[in-house]
């Protein structure tokens, strides 16, 4: 039987949600609800659901079975909190909540009630970073490295804070760390600010569980003018080669240590292979593991961890420290 489906928030990432649930063989989407009552009534068109501007009232009124949550960040903890209590699946968007304690609150109930909880990190779902998971099986690997060049609101606002790139924007490189090469357990981070009004820059030191070390920087190199060139790209250094993704599904390229020559893997062209295509494909995933009654492919606990690395960021720079984290 199809599951019946709600997406709270129906902006940028909520949009893309409802497209990838379109497609899912066991997902009807059966409720939107936007506060923007333009926007509700957009994806309402689009998707033939019942609009709503209160997802209280959402709740009360539609019968639903699983629901994503597209708001900012802010709304997270609280719309989860509501969600959870009616024992309704959920996938939530990054980052999961706006603070630690928040995120342990939503981890006991979620355990509490027994419902699965997905979080939306979709570089995990880059077929490039799929590549280099699969290449670094086996090897010990020794260092990772993971540089984000992006483009930022230049001022703080009232979805902008200080932190914004910390918190919204390490969070993916957090959790992509941790897929290639398992858990963080301590960090020392320095934070810049290079003529802006947030932490435009940020270099962290990473140790890893499994005896490696690595580093995130995000860089507004470039930034201001919104540059269409690479923004990502990872290294990963083993015991038998390098891999380096480019721009997150563009390509990765191995240099195994052994050899003269390089093995370089790209999607095909066949495929759909932007940054908008590992979103369908992480909810297309989520859904799968809904309909196969599996553990979502990226659950609550990871995304606890995101933002318990990203508070570390914050308590390394203010006490200028290494931060080290239980596992
Ligand atoms: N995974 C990714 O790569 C990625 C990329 C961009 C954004 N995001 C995340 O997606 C979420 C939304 O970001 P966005 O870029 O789509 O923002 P957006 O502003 O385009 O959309 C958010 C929508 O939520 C609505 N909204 C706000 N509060 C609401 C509430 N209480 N109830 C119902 N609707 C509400 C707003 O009116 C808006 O239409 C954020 O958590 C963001 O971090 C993830």
Not at 294 to 299: L, W
């Given at each position: 039987m199809k599951k019946r489906v709600g997406v709270i928030g129906c902006g940028w990432a909520g949009l893309l949600h409802l497209e990838a649930y379109q497609d899912c063989?066991?997902?009807?989407?059966?409720a939107v609800c936007d506060t923007d009552s333009a926007a509700a009534e957009h994806a309402q068109a689009r998707y033939g659901a019942k609009a709503s501007q209160d997802f209280k009232a959402m709740l009360e009124a539609e019968p639903l079975d699983v629901v994503s949550i597209c708001t900012g960040p802010d709304t997270h903890y609280e719309i989860s909190r509501a969600c959870l209590e009616r024992q309704l699946a959920i996938f939530c968007e990054k980052?999961?909540?706006?603070?630690v304690k928040e995120a342990q609150a939503l981890v006991r109930l979620a355990n509490e009630r027994q419902v699965p909880f997905g979080v939306?990190?979709?570089?995990?779902?880059s077929a490039p970073y799929q590549k280099a998971k699969q290449w670094v099986k086996g090897d010990r690997v020794h260092y990772i490295s993971v540089t984000l060049f992006e483009h930022v609101p230049l001022k703080p606002s009232l979805n902008v804070r200080e932190e914004f790139l910390v918190t919204d924007g390490a969070c993916h490189l957090f959790d992509l760390m941790r897929f290639l090469?398992?858990?963080?357990v301590e960090i020392y981070a320095t934070l810049a600010k290079r003529g802006l009004d947030i932490w435009s820059d940020i270099n962290v030191h990473c140790r890893f569980e499994n005896g490696s070390s690595g580093t995130l920087v995000v860089n507004f190199a470039g930034g201001e003018l919104e540059?269409?060139?690479?923004?990502e790209r990872a290294e990963i250094v083993t015991d038998r080669k390098r891999i380096v993704v480019d721009n997150i599904c563009e390509r990765v390229t191995m240099f195994p240590h052994a050899r003269e020559n390089r093995e370089v893997w790209e999607p095909s062209v066949f495929q759909r292979q932007d940054y908008q295509a590992t979103i369908l494909e992480s909810v297309r995933a989520w859904m799968r593991s809904v309909a196969e009654k599996?553990?979502?492919?990226?659950?609550i606990t990871d995304g606890a961890r995101a933002v318990t690395l990203c508070q570390a960021i914050l308590d390394s720079h203010r006490t200028h420290g290494p931060i080290k984290l239980t596992s």
């Open positions: 063989p066991n997902a009807e989407i059966a980052p999961l909540t706006r603070s939306n990190f979709n570089s995990r779902f090469n398992g858990e963080i540059s269409q060139h690479p923004i599996s553990a979502p492919p990226v659950g």
